[in-house]
């Protein structure tokens, strides 16, 4: 009963991802915790998505929605994901374990944790491979070798061979990426690949993933809570803030002319190179709502320096600013132009 | 120039490492000959990636691991002498972790967490609860609300605020900050910025900032020391080491940032590789194996601290001046400035 999918006959048009009034709500604790509220998103082919925001904000929540990797008995899920036109949430389990890593993959941030120890490396590639693809082992192994050329390891031969506690952070991360890659998957999802590295290295695996992007026209999702990083690979970025989607839009416009306050005060609130010498910073008061008592209104009200009693009362709408800028906010028009962008 | 209030003198250390039967296999060269000087009032950041050594250093300083070699002068004193026992010392250096958590005791309020140090320096049990008190007040917690809390009823914020309280409580000259705002939020690491600022006016104190967030460290400090394999690569004004980084190491970590403008991302990983591992340190320069500019001599000749303006920046590297790509005059010029430090 191996459920090797056609996955050919799917229409090259549907888009890569997409998703609808998600909703993710944790139930194993004392009381629920709603991770992700109405997030809704569309990722078309060959796009560069950042879900960008602070921990706890749900960006890795709905990513990992995407491979329904959350325990089924303590979460709820409700609402639409589609890759590729596959409806990800009807599938059953055979169904669901030939499209994780076929259709869409995961980078993770520790590859020390998400790779197997015992293995070698380039058995843990293999086994992937073999596992969705009928090839024989020798084929395989070659398949495994050009992998570690695409992204860039030094004499891959013999670092096929090697084990996980061997490599340096950069390599295990790169082998990571061929790992996910291993069997051409369409959809490439990454949380926050980068930010368990040290500066020099993740630059090259920031430029690695958008080289690998635009060669092999891949649709990544790539979650982060370093703007900068979000800046490098992504086409689009989303910002995320108690588990809603509060603003999105293409890069330039979100570092240039946020409109959210959140994201406003998010970009304003970075140390950076301008500031001057003992200048304070631009603060956000408070801290991050608790997901198991989400207020009513906007989550982000008790924050905001234009929130009045409306905000606080029912759910704000998501308001278009243009076609491919949203921001779900009442205040749009009432606030100051912000200054964003800096160097 | 006044005299420092720290100096550090030649600090070295070297973890052994052994084999299952004890017998010594080789060392980690953690900490190599690091000699710099800390200047009352002033905050000297520190930045380098895993395995630098800078959190050795930090913990070298605090006297909490035994150096293998150097000297650490507090107000010229050496630390353990009779002239200034530890119990002294410590209380005139403090440290704040990067772990908020795990840096707290459980069981103990954090009134009664930040009160413990001034008790064991022979303040009363009342007066240091007033203390206490008066610091939470000060780190923007009130103590109405907060006295009686414990850790796990805090967030990540919080605690680092009650652990820069505690820090404080004994009045100390000098905060060492190991990665103190690392694990924050974006938006909360701002305002734990902005309060170090205010309590560094405050309390007319010292700072050594250790982080691997170059945007934070170019914030926060007046200079800047930047570390590479249990050396010092740079030493200089923070102003000076941004504009004109001179080690080659140097400049490849600043190119290293992601751009934070879309349309002018970075194009080429500034250095390949991961550093190397300090267990066998590569020969001569240590950073010669990644660096583009690397010369037969590199491999040989280990790289003296040099200056390139008297008292103002330092740079460990013999050919910085054509590295930098300064005109020949400057370099004539630079040539004629150098003096070995710490002769």
Do not use: W
């Not at chain 1, 669901?96 to 197997?116: C, H, K, N, T, Y």
């Not at chain 1, 080289?211 to 690979?233: C, K, M, P, W």
């Not at chain 1, 709502?289 to 989550?299: I, Q, S, T």
């Amino acid at each position: 009963m191996n459920a090797v999918l056609d996955f050919n006959t799917v229409a090259a048009s549907a888009p890569a991802a997409v998703i609808e009034h998600l909703r993710v709500t944790f139930t194993g604790g004392a009381s629920p915790v709603r991770a992700v509220n109405d997030v809704s998103l569309t990722l078309k082919r060959g796009e560069t998505l950042a879900l960008i925001g602070e921990s706890g904000s749900g960006k890795s929540v709905t990513l990992r929605s995407l491979l329904r990797l959350h325990p089924p008995k303590k979460t709820q899920i409700s609402g639409r994901i589609e890759v590729s036109g596959r409806d990800v949430l009807a599938m059953n389990t055979s169904t669901l374990a030939a499209f994780r890593g076929r259709v869409a993959s995961m980078i993770f941030q520790e590859p020390l944790l998400a790779l197997d120890p015992v293995y070698s490396v380039g058995d843990q590639i293999i086994e992937s491979i073999q596992r969705h693809i009928k090839v024989s082992r020798a084929e395989a192994h070659a398949r495994a070798l050009k992998l570690f050329e695409q992204v860039r390891i030094p004499s891959p031969e013999r670092r096929l061979a090697a084990y996980p506690h061997e490599m340096s952070g950069g390599m295990r991360q790169r082998v990571m990426i061929a790992l996910a890659l291993a069997c051409d998957p369409e959809l490439l999802l990454a949380d926050e690949p980068t930010t368990a590295l040290d500066a020099t290295v993740q630059i090259q695996i920031l430029l690695l993933l958008r080289e690998l992007q635009s060669r092999l026209g891949l649709s990544i999702i790539f979650v982060t809570h370093d703007i900068g990083a979000a800046v490098e690979v992504a086409d689009r970025i989303a910002v995320m803030y108690a588990g809603q989607i509060v603003e999105e839009g293409d890069v330039r416009t979100i570092m240039r002319s946020p409109r959210h306050p959140y994201t406003q005060a998010l970009l304003q609130s970075r140390a950076h190179g301008s500031l001057a010498k003992g200048s304070r910073l631009a603060t956000i008061g408070g801290a991050p709502p608790d997901l198991a008592n989400l207020p009513p209104g906007c989550a982000f009200a008790p924050r905001c320096n234009f929130a009045d009693d409306g905000c606080k009362q029912s759910e704000i709408a998501l308001v278009s600013l243009t076609p491919k800028h949203h921001a779900r906010c009442r205040k749009t028009e009432q606030e100051s132009p912000p200054s964003g962008g800096e160097g | 120039m006044n005299a420092p209030i720290l100096e550090v003198k030649h600090l070295t250390k070297h973890f052994p490492l052994k084999n299952a039967l004890g017998a010594k296999t080789g060392q980690v060269r953690a900490v190599d000959d690091v000699s710099f000087a800390l200047q009352k009032g002033e905050t000297l950041g520190i930045v380098g990636e895993s395995g630098c050594g800078k959190s050795t250093t930090a913990r070298l300083l605090m006297q909490l691991i035994a150096p293998t070699a150097g000297d650490v002068l507090f107000e010229g004193k050496a630390v353990g002498s009779s002239e200034l026992p530890l119990k002294e010392f410590h209380r005139q250096v403090q440290m704040v972790f990067q772990d908020s958590y795990s840096s707290l005791n459980p069981r103990l309020t954090v009134e009664t967490s930040i009160a413990f140090g001034p008790q064991m320096h022979g303040v009363s049990a009342r007066d240091a609860v007033v203390r206490a008190r008066d610091l939470l007040d000060r780190v923007g917690l009130d103590p109405k609300r907060f006295a009686g809390r414990y850790p796990h009823e805090l967030s990540g914020g919080q605690r680092q605020r009650v652990n820069i309280a505690r820090a404080l409580a004994v009045q100390p000259r000098i905060v060492i900050l190991d990665e103190a705002v690392s694990a924050l939020d974006k938006s909360v690491e701002a305002q734990v910025l902005n309060l170090l600022l205010d309590l560094k006016d405050a309390f007319d104190l010292t700072y050594l900032f250790i982080s691997h967030d170059l945007n934070v460290v170019r914030y926060i400090s007046d200079r800047v020391m930047v570390m590479y394999l249990g050396q010092v690569a740079e030493l200089g004004e923070t102003e000076s080491i941004f504009a004109t980084p001179l080690h080659p190491y140097s400049q490849a970590l600043l190119a290293s940032m992601p751009s934070m403008d879309p349309d002018h991302r970075t194009e080429a990983p500034p250095i390949a590789g991961d550093p190397p591992n300090p267990i066998n340190p590569p020969s001569g320069c240590r950073f010669h194996t990644r660096c583009k500019f690397a010369q037969a001599a590199c491999s040989v000749n280990a790289q003296p601290l040099l200056a390139y303006k008297a008292n103002q920046h330092y740079v460990a590297c013999e050919f910085f001046a054509a590295n930098a790509h300064l005109s020949i005059a400057s370099t004539e010029k630079a040539a004629a400035e150098l003096t070995e430090v710490h002769a």
